[in-house]
């Protein structure tokens, strides 16, 4: 297996799976600037960083101070397994629509099983992130408990399984699974599933992190996931392999580790014997459908062409989740964590009164300031031109007004807005109990958020289209320069506010509201112009 041809494959896919690290490439989401794509993956690595200190710590102080090291270790395999998978599932299922590379490599004379684990070990070798968490574990467990040499000896031997293992059944399931099912057929349905089960689940860990007496639930979650009688210590049952080598004598650590390297040798075998029958068979059937397929063309009245636009665009909105996924986990996080943490938002509304009506201006301005923060995930909806993929091409053919072709585009992302605000009222009605005018107060704040966002992407979108993106999810990741405006926007909130108080101050809340409503306006005209003259003057860089 180890021959020139793997050799080769895998330094190539080893190469495309770090590009953001080398200079002078470019990749999507990422600064073109080194310097400042460098940083950004440094903050990155900063977050993981601190995620992965708190688990290790939190387990640490379970486990170790107890004098449980099997505990520790395998509590520990068990959330670097969850993390690798976290990590990797959707490349792994994402791989098999990209039939392009594939339909050139099997005209050579390459083995199907060359071909898969050279990809297989290109993205586990280059999954730094997941390296970051192991040496977290290790550090702690030093830290804690000192210094031991079999330990240092065994947390390095056994790396290599640990790491490899759980990503490995998940590729071979999901090989299977492409090559002998038609899940392919109903692969919307199930993405839906998947994002409404993700969804779910980050409003419920939310939900118990930031309510009062949530310890106990926590506890009995861990009992499930994590501790060391859980069910899935068994499924994955690596971990408890691994455990037992750092929690035994030498002679022990030896029989352990040769059972782990036993079944990670089989594993490898299996893959390689099942890789070299179905892996290119697993791709025949499987073609990501393109977004320059053939589409009707655009009547030649301005309100049908604004229509169809509009229509075309709202379509490619909700034929995913992806796209609606990051705003909507936003909004279950922003109003867990300011309604149900310290701050106490909603249990502070319900006591309002509001026979003052200058609460319901209020509401609008906080109902803004709530959705503009929320923004900073809109970047996927409001990547309109990006989102046609390949398909712009043709829809640069039309005779299009640029006035028509931002106001189609900027009704679609605003109908979808829509919704998503009403939802989110009626949810914050209710946990609340306001009237009707609190709420459509809020609506009016919401909208005006959403309208402002919108035309901000949709202008963003403009100076950066990319149109030659592989994954829907791709969009979703942003760029450097959506954090700078994100930045910058926080900023000028920051210095109106400061000036609608000092307004206030001195007048009354009625001037002060009136002075943010113009300037709102005022910025929301200001970017629907810049987006005009964007779409008049082209987009060179497609």
Same mark, same amino acid.
């Given at each position: ?135 977290? $574990? ?61 969804? =779910? ?190 398909? =712009? ?128 306006? =005022? ?5 629907? $112009? ?13």
């Amino acid at each position: 297996m180890l021959n020139k041809r793997f050799r080769q494959l895998f330094i190539k896919n080893f190469r495309e799976e770090n590009l953001k690290y080398l200079p002078n490439t470019k990749v999507y989401g990422y600064p073109n600037d080194y310097v400042l794509r460098i940083l950004l993956i440094l903050v990155i690595y900063g977050f993981y960083l601190g995620v992965g200190f708190s688990i290790f710590m939190f387990l640490a102080f379970v486990y170790l101070k107890n004098g449980d090291e099997f505990s520790y270790f395998m509590s520990s395999s068990l959330v670097i397994s969850f993390f690798a998978l976290i990590l990797s599932i959707n490349d792994l299922i994402t791989d098999y629509s990209r039939s392009k590379e594939i339909t050139i490599l099997r005209t050579m004379p390459i083995k199907e099983s060359e071909i898969y684990l050279s990809k297989f070990f290109a993205k586990i070798l280059s999954s730094f992130e997941v390296f970051l968490f192991y040496i977290l $574990m290790g550090i702690v467990y030093f830290y804690i408990d000192g210094f031991k040499a079999i330990r240092l000896i065994g947390y390095v031997i056994n790396f290599l399984p640990m790491i490899v293992i759980p990503i490995l059944l998940m590729s071979l399931i999901i090989m299977i699974i492409m090559r002998f099912s038609n899940i392919r057929s109903y692969s919307n349905i199930f993405k839906f599933i998947g994002y409404g089960i993700s969804l =779910l689940l980050i409003g419920f860990v939310y939900f118990y992190a930031f309510r009062s007496n949530s310890g106990d639930a926590f506890s009995k979650i861990g009992k499930i996931f994590i501790s060391s009688d859980s069910i899935l210590s068994y499924l994955f049952i690596h971990t408890r392999i691994y455990a037992k080598s750092l929690n035994a004598s030498f002679i022990s650590f030896i029989g352990y580790s040769l059972v782990l390297y036993l079944y990670f040798a089989i594993l490898i075998f299996i893959s390689e014997k099942i890789s070299s029958k179905i892996y290119l068979d697993s791709f025949s059937e499987l073609r990501q459908k393109k977004r320059d397929k053939k589409q009707g063309l655009v009547k030649s009245s301005q309100n049908s062409k604004i229509i169809a636009i509009c229509r075309k665009d709202f379509k490619s909105l909700i034929s995913t989740p992806v796209y609606v996924y990051p705003v909507l986990s936003s909004m279950i996080i922003f109003t867990i964590f300011w309604g149900f943490g310290a701050s106490g938002f909603l249990d502070m509304i319900k006591t309002l009164d509001f026979s003052n009506k200058d609460l319901y201006l209020i509401f609008i301005i906080g109902g803004f300031v709530f959705r503009y923060f929320i923004s900073a995930n809109d970047v996927a909806i409001n990547s309109s031109l990006s989102r046609e993929g390949e398909g =712009l091409y043709q829809t640069l053919t039309y005779p299009i007004a640029p006035r028509d072709n931002v106001l189609g585009r900027l009704i679609s992302i605003n109908l979808l807005n829509t919704i998503l605000n009403i939802g989110l009222c009626i949810i914050l009605s209710l946990l609340t109990k306001v009237d009707f005018l609190a709420s459509l107060s809020l609506f009016i704040g919401f909208t005006l958020a959403s309208l402002l966002s919108s035309m901000q992407g949709i202008l963003m979108d403009s100076k950066s289209v990319n149109i030659h993106w592989e994954r829907e999810k791709d969009l979703t990741r942003g760029s450097s320069a959506n954090i700078g405006y994100y930045l910058a926007s926080g900023i000028i909130l920051l210095i109106v506010g400061v000036f609608s108080f000092l307004i206030y101050n001195l007048t009354n809340i009625y001037v002060a509201f009136l002075f943010i409503f113009i300037l709102i306006i =005022l910025v929301i005209k200001f970017l629907y $112009m810049a987006c005009i003259r964007s779409y008049r003057n082209g987009f060179y860089d497609v």
